[in-house]
């Protein structure tokens, strides 16, 4: 079988990568990079912004979020509980012991309620069916820790402050808005964030755990970046209220795959092509290296396609984030390009 590595693209490749880590321009590129990383190591800037604050410090002792975990994991505790009243019965059931291990997989879950939230058409989706999804999958995390209670609970303490008190003030919206029954329809919005948050920090527990996961949202950019590209092949119709014709003649039309907004679906690409390239530096094994990559190339496409252009300022941010993540030394590099 042909092998990547005996082609002749491959050997140029990793001759120019060895003729470059010996250049002058590589030394002075790594000189750059570590005198960035000093400038920002001692910035009190970057210090102010990167530091934990006293409220992130006190969190995890703090007598709020002792309740507040105990609280969610009420339900795990009494599960917990019938299950050791009743242990012989449940590990003699083959059903008990599948519904157990599918539990203990909630971050597989995930990925399917994921996919399925951005790739179903917008048209056919309705957004109580994502508070439904990450309901059931709260009731899967349940199932998994009725058997592995003491290493298998939700994790508060990890989900922090802050979006605990941004639900509190959502819900106090409700109380005291003038309105509530429609403040009722914004809590569903923040009570499902929440609820992914929540299941997503306590079910992803390894680094396989995470990886599933960033798949999940590589198989959204993939189909949905595919379907952008069919309907710029099929043409797509010119939406006045997304185009200026006058600032912008001769625009063709904006993509918008699933969605019902070319910007919608560029925010989409934005979250989540960063995830995609972390997948394709992290993998091991050369073909979902290949993989991972062609899939950020065509979501890249599809980005360009929607002409969003505050997305592609977004875009290029990110990657400058994930950059200084990944080999900082490289920022200069990525500055002039």
């Known amino acids: 079988m042909f092998s990547i590595r005996e082609s002749f693209l491959f050997s140029l490749w990793a001759a120019l990568c060895g003729a470059y880590e010996q250049s002058a321009l590589h030394r002075l590129m790594a000189a750059l990079g570590r005198g960035c990383e000093r400038l920002m190591d001692g910035s009190r800037i970057c210090g102010f912004f990167f530091r934990e604050g ?19 994991n009420l339900p795990g505790a009494l599960l917990h509980r ?21 539990g203990e997989e909630t971050a597989v879950g995930e990925f399917w309620v994921i996919l399925a939230l951005w790739v179903i058409p917008f048209e056919r989706w309705n957004n109580a069916y994502n508070f439904l999804g990450f ?27 802050y979006a605990a008190g941004m639900f509190l003030a959502a819900a106090l919206g409700v109380v005291f808005s003038a309105y509530p029954g429609l403040s009722a329809r914004f809590l569903m919005y923040h009570a499902t964030c929440l609820l992914c948050v929540l299941v997503t920090v306590s079910a992803v527990r390894s680094t396989g755990d995470l990886k599933r996961l960033t798949a999940g949202g590589s198989g959204v950019v993939l189909i949905s970046s595919l379907y952008a590209v069919y309907q710029r092949i099929q043409g797509v119709e010119i939406n006045k209220s997304f185009v200026d014709m006058e ?10 795959s699933f969605f019902d907004n070319p910007n919608t679906f560029a925010q989409v690409l934005i979250l989540l092509l960063p995830l995609v390239l972390g997948l394709a530096l992290c993998a091991k094994r050369p073909v979902f290296r290949l993989a991972s990559f062609g899939i950020f190339a065509v979501g890249a496409a599809a980005l ?30 990525f500055a002039a390009g």
């Open 54 to 72: 006293t409220v992130a410090r006190s969190w995890g002792n703090s007598g709020t979020c002792r309740t507040l975990s105990a609280l969610v």
């Open 82 to 102: 019938l299950y050791r009243a009743f242990q012989a019965q449940f590990d003699g059931s083959v059903f008990a012991r599948l519904a157990f291990s599918m």
């Open 304 to 333: 360009g396609m929607t002409y969003s252009r505050a997305s592609w300022v977004g875009i290029a941010v990110a990657m400058a984030a994930a950059v200084f993540l990944w080999k900082p030394k490289l920022l200069p590099l």
């Open 135 to 161: 309901a059931l999958l709260l009731a899967l995390f349940y199932v998994g820790s009725m058997r592995r209670y003491s290493d298998f609970r939700l994790d508060v303490k990890s989900v922090g402050p």
């Open 247 to 256: 600032a912008n003649a001769g625009m063709p039309g904006r993509v918008e």
